[in-house]
């Protein structure tokens, strides 16, 4: 006796098999949403590769560290463009700078979309100028912060000023200035009311001197190069600014998941976003991206976008979780894994076509056309958007799975499956003698002909009928009874 089952899902009638049961997965299964990926059955493998990522990304962090930007960090910025026919390198720029003694430096050449001119760019950092030492000596002698010395430069003189100054002493100032050693004449000191100001001849500067020497290599002037410059202080208000929004978007991400679905898929959520972040620090300590405020724009980007995936899973899982209960025909584990594979070709989709502008601005801009502005912005949002699907069905999921299967109610329903379970598997003996019982040959009916007319002659009974399954039955028996009186035929009244 044998017995075959067909496909569960009416879709795939006709089909040579059930994907991913008894035959691999095709093109045309993803095109139709025909799916069967065992994802959480996995899931362990999938633990395995998130603490890799987790672990791996903070050793990565640990070792090399982020390349700040001047904007985090603070520092002095250089970018000028080179005349048309001359033939500029990094090599060469770093050998101009080198002679400038500035520390340490970062330089790169590219190409300008505008004019098609090739750009130097060289970003350092906090750079000890003598315009700032001296800036700071005044500060310190009239009982001030260097940020309230305004420094002004004219002709070849250049003038330090500070106001609201309680009791100057002039004689301190002028003091403190010479023990720079930075001045080779002695300064002015003006004190008039509550402001010092002091006026010195031009002092040569490191920021002029790096400016001079790139104009010179780049085969253009002075003013011509632009100097950007950006205080230890404002970069660390900018870190800080860029952690406060970081933080309210997990709070705000926390309480509207817990609010539109429950607190458990709002905490696995929240730990795949994190999942995220990491691989996205990883890859710029690795790649040594300099880390910008654009950067942390695409970090918040990639985010909503993780997010937005997360909650296209959760919503589906929790359409299939409403009938779990009532039916008790599958566990949580078995639900949600279906619910991944409705939603796989939609999260693949939405990905694809996400991550190909990205991408030509990656490797497009970039690579062709010499963007490297938009480099750092990119990379994040590449990284990001990969990490962020590959998170929503390979952490959340499985997380929420986990945590939800350790209820009393859907742990019964696992105790249920491995009951019925048992019970096949002490059936399945019975079964099978009754198979091997069923399947006896059986000798084959006679000719109907023959065997009567025998049976007329001999006088003996009519053999047994053989019905449709070849199984013997008993002989057919003729109704007894009378006939019944036809039906008689009334006439028709006459008038």
């Known amino acids: 006796m044998t017995s075959s089952i067909g496909p569960q899902n009416p879709h795939m009638e006709g089909l040579p098999g059930t994907p991913g049961v008894d035959r691999r997965h095709r093109p045309s299964d993803f095109f139709h949403e025909r799916t069967n990926f065992r994802f959480v059955e996995h899931s362990k493998r999938f633990l395995v590769m998130f603490l890799v990522v987790v672990l791996g990304g903070g050793l990565a962090l640990a070792v090399r560290g982020l390349n700040l930007g001047i904007d985090f960090e603070g520092g002095v910025s250089w970018q000028v463009d080179a005349a048309k026919g001359a033939t500029v390198s990094v090599n060469g720029a770093r050998a101009v700078i080198d002679k400038l003694g500035i520390g340490d ?75 720079t050693k930075l001045t080779k004449t002695a300064p002015t000191v003006t004190v008039t009311k509550n402001q010092v100001t002091v006026v010195l001849d031009k002092i040569p500067s490191i920021r002029d001197n790096v400016a001079a020497g790139l104009a010179t290599y780049a085969h253009s002037k002075s003013p011509d190069v632009s100097i950007s410059t950006v205080g230890p202080t404002w970069g660390s208000q900018v870190s800080h600014k860029a952690l406060v929004a970081m933080l309210v978007f997990f709070f705000v991400l926390a309480v509207y998941l817990a609010v539109r679905f429950e607190w458990k898929m709002s905490a696995a959520a929240i730990v795949a976003v994190i999942h995220d972040i990491i691989f996205t620090v990883a890859i710029y300590s690795l790649t040594q991206f300099t880390v910008s405020p654009a950067t942390v724009t695409a970090f918040l980007t990639i985010l909503g ?106 742990r019964a329903l696992i105790e249920r499956k491995a009951a019925r379970a048992a019970a096949a598997s002490r059936a399945a003996p019975k079964l099978a003698a009754v198979s091997g019982v069923n399947s006896v040959s059986l000798p084959t009916a006679p000719t109907p002909s023959a065997t009567t007319a025998e049976a007329t002659v001999l006088g003996a009974a009519p053999p047994l009928d053989w019905d449709a399954s070849g199984v013997p039955g008993p002989p057919a028996v003729k109704r007894s009874g009378a006939e019944p009186r036809p039906r008689q035929q009334r006439g028709r009244k006459r008038k």
Do not use: C, H
């Open 105 to 179: 430096y970062k330089a790169t050449i590219s190409t300008n979309p505008s004019n098609g001119k090739r750009t130097i760019r060289v970003q350092a950092r906090i750079v000890d100028d003598a315009s700032d030492r001296i800036r700071a000596a005044v500060a310190q002698a009239t009982g001030k912060k260097s940020a309230d010395v305004s420094d002004t430069q004219l002709g070849g003189t250049e003038t330090f000023t500070v106001v609201k100054v309680a009791a100057p002493d002039k004689n301190k100032v002028a003091a403190a200035v010479v023990a």
């Open 305 to 410: 976008f993780s997010l937005y995936d997360t909650v296209v899973v959760f919503d589906k899982i929790r359409e299939n979780q409403t009938t779990l209960l009532t039916t008790g025909r599958s566990t949580y584990g078995e639900m949600a894994n279906r619910s991944l594979n409705e939603v796989l070709m939609r999260s693949l989709s939405t990905s694809f076509v996400a991550i190909m502008p990205v991408l030509s601005l990656l490797i497009v801009g970039s690579g062709f056309f010499g963007a490297t502005a938009l480099e750092d912005f990119a990379l994040a949002l590449f990284a990001g958007l990969f990490i962020g699907t590959y998170s929503s069905i390979f952490v959340a999921a499985p997380l929420l799975v986990w945590w939800k299967e350790r209820e009393p109610s859907y």
